[in-house]
């Protein structure tokens, strides 16, 4: 045995492991950075999608497809592109096709080499970090509940690897009416008191207290009562002996302030909106190019400012890159609604209009809608830009659909950018291709 050799591969290896350590945050680094939520843009991450077998009790391709893929029963109008991830970390379809019949690869979000692959491109470019959807009618299930376990566990190891901030979002999309505030109440102990989720140094605290945002109460489509509703953000703001208190992020209606369009019209919701410690308008799909942006942000976004500032609360706009959910509207028998490439992406010019009014308007904080979200054509992640490589027939949108030829990391780039131009007040210039 060369003992020699041996040892200097001990040495070698131990120089790695230092040098590997060295590059890691400290938690007073990451307890720093994560102590404030003004100057940060945060990203939504779906972390969703699914292979058949990922777990047990998944034999789908979740949010990917209604059955095996194929161009006819896609949910999705966009596909990731998947060269920076290992081969063993992919799903192959083999009912989807390139049209050099090689199949078409996606992934898992269970999968934590998939979750670090994304945070490591928010660190590469920038990206505070990652506001975590669970949505309540997936975790009222037990099977729900461990995937979206697992998912979460996924973001907190890739956040705390990378530097990154995360905290939850409750998503009550299509959640029972009847327990949905019980059902928040309950997963927020399950969170805190048996996955320790806040005890991360990267999860996301302002105001001292471990932030947490409320999607969906007060939309005309969704679940949630007023008295109901406003017991729960008075017991998860002030805290109780079995939930631990929270700065609160009201996802709100666009119209909230004047109950009308997407905000229901009883008056109650008035007092609610305004208990938030955070309001987080949903603006996705409220406009479609840059003057209709403009407009909006004048009409509705500066009142909105003013309004959050009268009341001494923050204001956390949405922005977002482009729209599109064609085959996701087909599939639910809504192909009224499915309108491929409905709110275009102009080559990033629609995006960084949206940026530029709101660091005018002095914002502290945005909210990017969203990191993975390629159901509705939202995500900034990247996704394949040649159309010469998507299956042939299949609805399908590109970033370069609008006639500008973009690289995959277009709109991470932006995205990116959009904290330096916040934390300093600068006027957004395009990045390069």
């Not at 070698?12 to 307890?31: H, K, N, T, Y």
């Not at 905290?167 to 997963?187: L, P």
């Not at 309108?339 to 990033?348: A, F, S, T």
Request: include cysteine; charge should be neutral.
């Amino acid at each position: 045995m060369n003992f020699a050799l041996l040892k200097a591969q001990f040495c070698g290896l131990l120089v790695l492991l230092v040098f590997f350590w060295s590059q890691l945050p400290s938690r007073a680094e990451s307890e720093k950075f994560a102590s404030d939520l003004r100057g940060k843009v945060i990203v939504g991450y779906q972390g969703w999608f699914g292979c058949p077998g990922d777990d047990q009790s998944n034999q789908s391709w979740s949010h990917w497809s209604i059955k095996t893929p194929d161009i006819n029963n896609l949910v999705v109008d966009m596909l990731p592109a998947t060269d920076e991830y290992k081969p063993s970390d992919l799903c192959a379809c083999s009912n989807l096709r390139h049209p050099d019949g090689s199949p078409v690869y996606l992934f898992s979000s269970l999968n934590p080499n998939v979750v670090k692959v994304h945070f490591q491109w928010m660190q590469n470019y920038g990206i505070d970090g990652v506001a975590a959807q669970r949505f309540i009618v997936d975790v009222a299930t037990p099977d729900g509940r461990q995937r979206r376990d697992k998912v979460l566990e996924n973001i907190r190891a890739a956040a705390e690897a990378s530097g990154r901030v995360f905290f939850v979002t409750y998503d009550i999309s299509q959640a029972n009416a009847s327990t949905v505030t019980r059902d928040i109440e309950n997963d927020w102990q399950h969170l805190v008191d048996d996955l320790k989720i806040t005890s991360s140094p990267n999860y996301m605290r302002y105001r001292n207290k471990p932030v947490l945002q409320l999607w969906g109460f007060g939309f005309n489509d969704h679940p949630g009562e007023p008295p109901e509703v406003k017991a729960l953000i008075t017991k998860l703001k002030a805290g109780t002996p079995q939930l631990s208190a929270v700065t609160l992020i009201g996802g709100v209606p666009a119209c909230w302030r004047l109950l009308i369009g997407d905000a229901k019209t009883d008056l109650r919701w008035a007092e609610i909106y305004r208990m938030y410690d955070v309001i987080s308008p949903w603006l996705v799909n409220r406009f479609g190019d840059e003057l209709h942006a403009f407009v909006f942000m004048k009409t509705m976004v500066q009142p909105d400012l003013d309004e959050t500032k009268r009341l001494g609360i923050d204001y956390m706009p949405v922005i977002f890159p482009g729209f599109s959910w064609y085959n996701l509207m087909h599939e639910i028998n809504q192909p009224n609604k499915g309108v491929l490439n409905r709110v275009p992406r102009n080559g990033g010019k629609f995006y960084l209009k949206q940026i530029s009014e709101l660091v005018a308007l002095h914002v502290n904080m945005m909210y990017v809608a969203m990191f993975d979200e390629v159901n509705e054509g939202t995500a900034v992640f990247k996704v394949e830009t040649d159309k010469k490589k998507l299956p042939q027939g299949a609805h399908l949108v590109y970033p370069g659909l609008d006639g500008a030829d973009l690289a995959p990391d277009r709109f991470l780039k932006i995205t990116g950018l959009a904290g330096k131009y916040l934390r300093n007040s600068l006027q957004p210039a395009a990045p390069a291709k």
